[in-house]
């Protein structure tokens, strides 16, 4: 079968924490339009690959490479402004103070700006910023709520305001770390639906401890433990892999 | 409401108050009209240092510096090399905008107390330089533009920056582009993207922005407002000196600001306003004044954090820019 160039690729890709190895030797790669999931029990190194893969950790060593380039070296604000690489924290960041029309508003202003909408007249760009500002917080439901100061918003609400956020920004590979932590088993369904929608234009990769979501949304899923890949496959040959049972599920 | 364009009550209320300084320059008797010029240009300094304290979050404490630097870029080529007042008043933005450049190469890679200090340093330094240039400066004891170095043609007339009504618009005129171009800015995507680094930088970046890069322009851009000031004041005063690039000179704008509301378009007018009578009214009363200014400071601090109006707009008028 000829190879499809994957999306994201990681090399080889270390991180250590002064004595500690929070990332060992990891070689991912996810092909463009999967849902891949990135399950591991606590302190297996999930965030801290995610945070190399998005640029706000520098590796120890090893590379990463997006869309066949090497990216290694290119600060955050390049790889999610520029190559189309959206983090969605897992501790909720949103700029508190502001509505939520302006918290999605800076996201999709730096999109417009990478699609090139700055040759297209003021009054062109202002209808294009208002209708993709709508686009996303419908599409998690909190249009009604554009107005409100996002400070004001439910945990939930706020978790699902950063996902509006990181879809503003039309990103290539939407990174969710952890986004169903404090979600009602409701919103839960809910924000299934939105990213079985999302990954008809982008690619996902999805922490999460919510092995019901992971199961039913991810076509693969990775397994980390202790820092290094433990087991890759689909959902079925996870859940049958008795090294990860044993490491992971506790079975 | 941050982030977007003017509305129509927000053109409004700063229309109005424009029109309310430039007719007031017909009421006011002649020792109020002196203090509202040098007010406004203050205000202009007071805005500059806005941007960089209200809408990008960084606390400066050398600003007196870029104020000096626009009034020694202006007062130099004047006094020396008989520039002409437009001239040097470029020259004086110029000075500043360089400045800006080189200070916040490097002062913008610290943040927090950090920042402070080396921007108080570098200040210290500047300083210290006029005092050492006495040659040119004639460092503390400063000198006098003269009433013809600060005449200027403008096709047959001759506009003289001595006279007061001359002075009056002349201030009125920078304070108006300096607050419109401030207004404008703040409803711009850029501005968006300040208030977003002052809120939360990390997010910021990870939202695809170069955050230092951002601070960057809003330096140069508060540094040249500032810097306009300062060159403004010297032409239209007449006198340069080092004191003007003292601590006390970059506290003040900090105080302005503070007491009319950061992050808001006219609370550095306002804040300069107030302040500047505080001090007149109470001089007349004792030698000690700085000791009341402080008090208020204080209770202002402890009772309403966010200055005038951004007590004003928390409680009552939300569209307030």
Redesign the interface.
């Known amino acids: 079968m000829a190879a499809v160039t994957p999306l994201l690729a990681t090399h080889d890709l270390s991180r250590h924490f002064g004595g500690l190895v929070a990332v060992d030797h990891v070689d991912l790669e996810v092909l463009p339009g999967e849902i891949r999931a990135l399950i591991g029990p606590n302190g297996a190194g999930k965030t801290t690959l995610v945070n190399l893969i998005?640029g706000?950790l520098a590796p120890s060593s090893g590379t990463v490479f997006f869309a066949g380039e090497d990216i290694t070296h290119h600060?955050?604000?390049?790889r999610?402004?520029?190559k189309g690489i959206a983090?969605t924290?897992q501790m909720t960041?949103?700029?508190?103070?502001?509505?939520c029309a302006?918290n999605v508003?800076?996201?999709a202003?730096?999109a417009l700006a990478?699609a090139g909408g700055r040759h297209q007249t003021r009054k062109h760009r202002?209808a294009a910023l208002s209708a993709s500002i709508t686009e996303a917080l419908d599409r998690v439901g909190l249009a009604d709520r554009a107005e409100r100061r996002a400070a004001s918003l439910s945990y939930g609400h706020q978790r699902l305001l950063e996902v509006a956020?990181s879809l503003a920004?039309q990103p290539k590979l939407l990174i969710l770390d952890e986004p169903t932590q404090g979600l009602s088993d409701g919103e839960i369904e809910n924000f299934c639906h939105l990213v079985k929608a999302v990954v008809t234009d982008a690619t996902v990769l999805l922490i999460e401890h919510n092995m019901p979501v992971v199961m039913a949304l991810a076509d693969r899923i990775t397994v980390l433990h202790h820092g290094a890949i433990l087991a890759e496959g689909t959902p079925e040959e996870i859940r049958a892999n008795t090294a990860v049972q044993s490491a992971y599920l506790g079975r | 409401?941050?982030?977007?364009?003017a509305s129509a009550r927000v053109v409004g209320l700063h229309g109005a108050v424009l029109a309310a300084l430039l007719l007031l320059q017909f009421i006011l008797p002649a020792y109020h009209h002196g203090i509202l010029t040098r007010v406004m240009v203050l205000a202009v300094y007071a805005t500059g240092y806005n941007i960089l304290l209200g809408y990008t979050g960084l606390l400066s404490l050398g600003h007196a510096m870029f104020f000096a630097a626009g009034l020694y870029g202006a007062g130099l080529t004047v006094y020396h090399l008989a520039w002409p007042v437009p001239l040097g008043f470029i020259s004086g933005v110029l000075a500043g905008l360089a400045l800006a450049a080189i200070v916040g190469f490097l002062a913008l890679r610290t943040v927090g107390v950090a920042f402070m200090i080396v921007t108080m340093m570098f200040a210290q330094a500047f300083y210290l330089l006029t005092l050492y240039c006495a040659d040119y400066t004639r460092g503390d004891e400063g000198f006098v533009l003269t009433q013809d170095m600060r005449r200027m043609a403008l096709g047959d007339w001759t506009l003289s920056l001595a006279e007061p009504v001359i002075r009056y618009n002349a201030a009125l005129l920078l304070f108006g582009i300096c607050l419109i171009a401030c207004v404008w800015w703040v409803g711009s995507?850029m501005g968006?993207?300040l208030?977003?680094i002052r809120?939360?930088e990390?997010?910021?970046?990870?939202?695809?922005?170069?955050?230092y890069a951002h601070k960057f322009i809003a330096l140069l851009i508060s540094a040249a407002m500032c810097a306009a000031a300062g060159a403004a004041y010297g032409l239209l005063f007449g006198y340069v000196g080092s004191t003007f690039a003292t601590i006390h000179y970059s506290i003040s704008p900090l105080l302005w600001v503070l007491l009319g509301g950061a992050a808001t378009t006219l609370g550095p007018l306002l804040g300069a306003l107030c302040m500047f009578y505080l001090v007149d009214i109470l001089s007349g009363y004792t030698t000690a004044y700085l000791l009341f200014v402080g008090l208020i400071l204080v209770l202002l601090i402890v009772w309403f954090p966010k200055g005038i109006l951004g007590t004003l707009r928390e409680r009552r008028l939300q569209w307030l820019p």
């Open positions: 998005c706000r600060p955050a604000h390049v999610v402004g520029r983090y924290f960041s949103i700029f508190g103070n502001l509505s302006d508003a800076l996201a202003q730096r990478r202002r956020m920004l | 409401m941050i982030g977007r364009p995507p968006r993207v208030i977003a809120e939360n990390e997010r910021t970046t990870m939202l695809g922005y170069h955050t």
